[in-house]
Each structure stands twice: as C-alpha cells, then as structure tokens.
Nanobody, 124 residues
Framework: QVELVESGGGSVQAGGSLRLSCAAS????????MRWYRQTPGKQRELVAG???????DYADSVKGRFTIFRDYANNAAYLQMNSLKPEDTDYYYC??????????????????WGKGTLVTVSS
C-alpha cells in the first residue's frame, strides 16, 4: 500500500517560515516527479513548485526567490522550504507525486498519488 504523507503546515506571521514535507511510503522504486499545489475550496488549484526526476526545479512566479525544494530520493521524500511568507500564501497545500512502485510483485510505472493536504496560514 503506497501512501503519500504531508506534514509541516501551520500558522505563522508574515515574514516567517515553514517547511512542508512530502514522503512516500510503501513499495516505492523511485520518485519520477513531485509537485506542490495549493488550493482554497471553491477556487482553482495553483501549481506552486515541483520537479521531474533529472530535471530542473520549477516554481510559480509568485513564490520564486522565497520557496525552495529539497529532494531526498534516498528517503522517497521532498521538502518545500517556504521563507518570507505573505498573507496571500495562506492556503491548503497538497503534495502530488508520480511514482514507480511494486504492486503485488508487479512493477507499475508512473502511478499518481496525492496527499491529504496541509493548511498554511500566514497572518499580517
């Protein structure tokens, strides 16, 4: 059973920092891609940051220079360091991962998983 677990959300004042973690557990062969999205219920989902294995780190213009991804392939995890947080960063953050896994002895490539989300609140 593959699971994607997020952690690290919380409440901070503007200018503060938080670090989100996204870790995949189970029969993981490798991470092919991992991305963070944010979404307020009823609004469109926004891609915040992400990477494809072997590729560059990508960031939304709104977070460039403030957010940084750290990849931890050995532990099937990644982290999103969020600095200089602004009230407009307040949102639910979701981790998405594309994984190669083993399922009942069968290799499965490019499987898509989502975390349950974590709330980030930035007060002014």
């Amino acid at each position: 059973q593959v699971e994607l677990v997020e952690s690290g959300g919380g409440s901070v004042q503007a200018g503060g920092s938080l670090r989100l973690s996204c870790a995949a557990s189970g029969s993981i062969i490798r991470i092919q891609a991992m991305r963070w999205y944010r979404q307020t219920p009823g609004k469109q989902r926004e891609l915040v940051a992400g990477f494809v294995r072997g590729g560059n780190l990508d960031y939304a213009d709104s977070v460039k220079g403030r957010f940084t991804i750290f990849r931890d392939y050995a532990n099937n995890a990644a982290y999103l360091q969020m600095n200089s947080l602004k009230p407009e960063d307040t949102d639910y953050y979701y981790c998405n991962a594309v994984l190669d896994i083993v399922d009942s002895g069968t290799y499965r490539y490019g499987m898509d998983y989502w975390g349950k989300g974590t709330l980030v609140t930035v007060s002014s």
